[in-house]
């Protein structure tokens, strides 16, 4: 019996490693009510964006189409949006931030460029890699970068263990180099890699980020215009209306003359 359990421990101990990435590939949910009642209906989008409502500003709400607003984002924040949920032809998105969650529409969001960003904006570019790792096998180290010619943010990591890498898609840019991507590397997803020139940090930038075109914020902040999306300002209707009443109830009533 116990040859049997040491024999257990030990082929645990060799799926390890098979089993640490899928535990990073779980979706992580939002603690939210109306996702937590509609998990079904509702898509993960894993997605960075800023906020970009015409007025300046976005309205949070407790759930896709209510009236009820909870906070108010102003435009160039960002946020991680979760998972969207479709309310009669129109996509909302769920945040969540520390203890703040709620729901925003989408089309007041402006996607930061990203590595989706790219492969969405040369989709028709894009070609399935047929090749092997020989480039990359060679190489003293590797860089990964955000996308190809992003210019930024290249991370050099030291060439080891590189035989499982597994190149899905590739890109050629304008000079002739061929790129590959990663979907995962040394705890990094979606990441790509110069095949042709696998080791140089210093590749200029030909696809920059560009500068996000947002509305202008608001000059002064505006009021809600209605008090039941802010509770903090029904209350205090509510307190305002009490004084006056109890205010003319002291100034008008006057009590009976007592019988002698």
Same mark, same amino acid.
């Given at each position: 019996?116990?040859?049997?359990?040491?024999?257990?421990?030990?082929?645990?101990?060799?799926?390890?490693?098979?089993?640490?990435?899928?535990?990073?590939d779980?979706?992580?949910?939002?603690?939210? %009510?109306?996702?937590?009642?509609?998990?079904?209906?509702?898509?993960?989008?894993?997605?960075l964006? $800023?906020?970009?409502?015409?007025?300046?500003?976005? %309205?949070?709400?407790?759930?896709?189409?209510?009236?009820?607003? /909870?906070?108010?984002?102003?435009?160039?924040?960002?946020?991680?949006?979760?998972? /969207?949920? @479709?309310?009669?032809?129109?996509? *909302?998105?769920?945040?969540?931030?520390?203890?703040?969650?709620?729901?925003?529409?989408?089309?007041?969001l $402006?996607?930061?460029?990203?590595?989706? *960003?790219?492969? @969405?904006?040369?989709?028709?570019?894009l070609?399935?890699?047929?090749?092997?790792?020989?480039?990359?096998? %060679?190489? @003293? %180290?590797?860089?990964? *970068?955000?996308?190809?010619g992003?210019?930024?943010?290249? $991370?050099?990591?030291?060439?080891?263990?590189?035989?499982?890498?597994?190149?899905?898609?590739?890109? /050629?840019?304008? @000079?002739?180099?061929?790129?590959?991507? #990663?979907? $995962?590397?040394y705890?990094?997803?979606?990441?790509?890699?110069?095949?042709?020139?696998?080791?140089?940090? &210093? #590749?200029? &930038?030909?696809?920059?980020?560009?500068?996000?075109?947002l509305?202008?914020?608001?000059?002064?902040?505006p009021l809600?215009?209605?008090?039941?999306?802010?509770?903090w300002?029904?209350?205090?209707?509510?307190?305002? &209306?009490? #004084?006056?009443?109890?205010?003319?109830?002291?100034?008008?009533?006057?009590?009976?003359?007592?019988?002698?």
């Open positions: 019996m116990f040859k049997r359990i040491l024999t257990l421990a030990a082929a645990c101990l060799l799926l390890l490693p098979l089993l640490l990435p899928a535990a990073a779980v979706l992580i949910e939002p603690r939210n %009510s109306f996702y937590e009642r509609n998990a079904e209906q509702c898509v993960p989008l894993n997605r964006f $800023y906020i970009n409502g015409e007025d300046g500003y976005l %309205s949070v709400n407790d759930e896709p189409g209510s009236r009820r607003e /909870t906070a108010r984002l102003l435009n160039g924040e960002q946020v991680f949006i979760m998972f /969207t949920y @479709d309310r009669s032809g129109k996509p *909302w998105g769920v945040y969540e931030h520390g203890s703040d969650t709620g729901w925003l529409p989408m089309g007041g $402006y996607p930061v460029h990203d590595v989706f *960003w790219f492969m @969405d904006e040369y989709a028709d570019e070609y399935p890699y047929t090749g092997d790792n020989e480039a990359l096998l %060679s190489a @003293d %180290s590797i860089v990964v *970068w955000p996308w190809p992003a210019g930024t943010d290249g $991370y050099t990591f030291p060439n080891e263990n590189l035989q499982w890498l597994d190149v899905t898609t590739a890109y /050629t840019d304008p @000079d002739g180099r061929e790129w590959g991507f #990663i979907g $995962y590397f705890g990094r997803r979606n990441v790509w890699i110069c095949l042709a020139d696998p080791a140089n940090d &210093a #590749i200029p &930038a030909f696809h920059p980020a560009p500068e996000p075109q509305y202008p914020q608001p000059d002064v902040w809600p215009d209605d008090p039941g999306r802010f509770p300002l029904a209350v205090g209707l509510a307190a305002g &209306a009490v #004084i006056v009443t109890v205010t003319l109830l002291l100034v008008f009533w006057k009590p009976k003359p007592s019988a002698e």
